[in-house]
């Protein structure tokens, strides 16, 4: 029987090493949602690239859509591993994570992740390929024999989790579910969910 831990940080820990262990790509894959001034939600996948003690960081353009909607102030993570047959619901606030963290993440990507950085305007219109290649080039020449810097646009935003549920599918659908909330005090007793 699925017996959940106290500390739900450290029950996704678990879980995450056993997806990795498992041998799946990018077991670390997450689904963030984000929710437009009109209340359309949108989402889509990104990186989980650490987990902290308050929560899960993600790196992005600030400027693109999703960087528009976590101006919000709350998204939400998911977490599905097909193989392990296990979800992870994770819902909170966001804080950017401060610059000389990004910068360091940064500084440690493949040169050429960080032109793209520089060079792509995500989520805008784009009239070509080409055009996108050709800005690549650009800046490959900018910065060549230099370091490439963090664009000021892009970095870290943390997640600190306010609700997580864990899913673990069972025979008949009869799945096991467990949720947590955030209170003053700490994190809740899990409680058991209807599948
Ligand atoms: C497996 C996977 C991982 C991705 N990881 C990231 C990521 O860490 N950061 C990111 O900005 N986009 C990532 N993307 C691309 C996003 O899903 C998305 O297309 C892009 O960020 C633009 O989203 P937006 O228009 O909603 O802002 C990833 C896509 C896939 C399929």
């Known amino acids: 029987m699925l017996e959940p831990k106290n500390d739900p940080f450290e029950w996704f820990d678990g879980w995450l090493e056993e997806a990795k262990a498992?041998?799946?790509?990018?077991?670390?894959?997450?689904?963030?949602?984000?929710?437009?001034?009109?209340?359309?939600?949108?989402?889509?996948?990104?990186?989980?690239?650490?987990?902290?003690?308050?929560?899960?960081?993600f790196y992005t353009n600030f400027e693109s859509r999703k960087g528009g909607e976590l101006g919000h102030g709350m998204a939400c993570l998911l977490?599905?591993?097909?193989?392990?047959?296990r979800q992870i619901r994770i819902e909170g606030t966001l804080e950017r994570v401060a610059d000389e963290d990004s910068d360091l993440y940064f500084s440690t990507r493949p040169r050429l992740s960080q032109i793209g950085a520089w060079?792509?305007?995500?989520?805008?219109?784009?009239?070509?390929?080409?055009?996108?290649?050709?800005?690549?080039?650009?800046?490959?020449?900018k910065f060549e024999g230099s370091e490439v810097p963090r664009p000021p646009h892009w970095g870290g935003t943390l997640l600190i989790p306010r609700r997580m549920e864990f899913w673990q599918a069972g025979d008949f659908r009869l799945h096991d579910r467990f949720e947590y909330l955030y209170?003053?005090?700490?994190?809740?007793?899990?409680?058991r969910l209807f599948p």
């Open 22 to 57: 498992k041998g799946m790509a990018d077991p670390n894959a997450m689904a963030l949602s984000t929710v437009g001034t009109d209340g359309m939600p949108s989402s889509r996948m990104v990186l989980l690239k650490e987990r902290t003690p308050r929560g899960f960081v």
């Open 79 to 85: 977490f599905y591993w097909r193989e392990l047959s």
């Open 119 to 141: 060079a792509s305007m995500q989520s805008r219109p784009l009239e070509s390929r080409e055009h996108l290649l050709a800005r690549v080039e650009e800046l490959e020449a």
């Open 183 to 191: 209170q003053a005090d700490g994190w809740s007793v899990p409680s």
